[in-house]
């Protein structure tokens, strides 16, 4: 089944303690991006990826590194969590201009 | 760069009424434009899109109609049914790095 998996989908933590979210997809897209989405303010993308090894900020990239060794994963790194990246956050992945595939979401609190 | 502004940001309709969303670009190279659905809890999830050599797209009771001349483009919904309830995002590609840009969401009500 085509899909795209996040990891954790729930996590409660303190400020400072790095962590990692994990994204990965199955369809061989080249195309990756996280979002993040806080009531009221719609979708906002952080980093995006266009293929393995090529990465570039979105409108909202402070406070977030990403990395992209393999096709298949992207995974967001928060090195030292604040509490206004409390969020959720989608992974997505598609083909160049082809329709985007969305993980099922990470809520994360950063207490 | 693109911006893309979409209207409104809510929208109350009866049930069995048709519901039409707006959205605008700036970037006349855009040639990509989604439409996604998300209920509360879950994912975006693709419900119809356009791509610019294209005026009109219709899927039962969903249509998308573009006017490139003017930069808009928007969602029809017809008929419309309680589960139609959830946010709708419209959304462009910059056609120079494939990077699609977002609307900030219509929340759609269907009332009973």
């Known amino acids: 089944e085509a899909q795209v998996t996040q990891n954790p989908r729930y996590l409660i933590t303190v400020t400072g303690k790095k962590l990692t979210v994990t994204c990965s997809q199955n369809?061989?897209?080249?195309?990756m991006s996280w979002y993040r989405q806080d009531p009221g303010l719609g979708l906002r993308q952080i980093y995006y990826?266009?293929?393995?090894?090529?990465?570039d900020k979105g409108d909202v990239p402070e406070g977030y590194k990403v990395s992209r060794k393999e096709k298949r994963n992207f995974p967001l790194i928060l090195e030292s969590p604040s509490p206004n990246q409390t969020s959720l956050y989608f992974c997505?992945?598609?083909?160049?201009?082809?329709?985007?595939?969305f993980g099922d979401g990470t809520r994360l609190s950063i207490l | 760069g693109e911006n893309v502004e979409q209207h409104p940001s809510t929208l109350s309709v009866q049930e069995g009424d048709s519901a039409v969303i707006k959205c605008t670009y700036s970037?006349?190279?855009?040639?990509?434009f989604p439409w996604y659905k998300q209920e509360l809890g879950k994912r975006p999830q693709l419900i119809i899109d356009?791509?610019?050599n294209v005026g009109e797209k219709k899927d039962q009771r969903i249509a998308v109609t573009l006017n490139k001349t003017a930069k808009h483009f928007s969602l029809h919904i017809t008929e419309t049914q309680p589960e139609d309830s959830a946010v709708y995002f419209c959304?462009?590609?910059?056609?120079?790095?494939?990077?699609?840009?977002w609307g900030a969401g219509t929340k759609l009500i269907i009332k009973p």
């Open positions: 369809m061989n897209h080249e195309y």
């Open positions: 990826s266009m293929n393995v090894e090529v990465t």
């Open positions: 356009i791509r610019s």
């Open positions: 970037d006349s190279a855009s040639n990509y």
């Open positions: 997505a992945s598609s083909w160049v201009n082809q329709p985007q595939h």
């Open positions: 959304a462009a590609n910059m056609d120079s790095n494939y990077q699609l840009i």
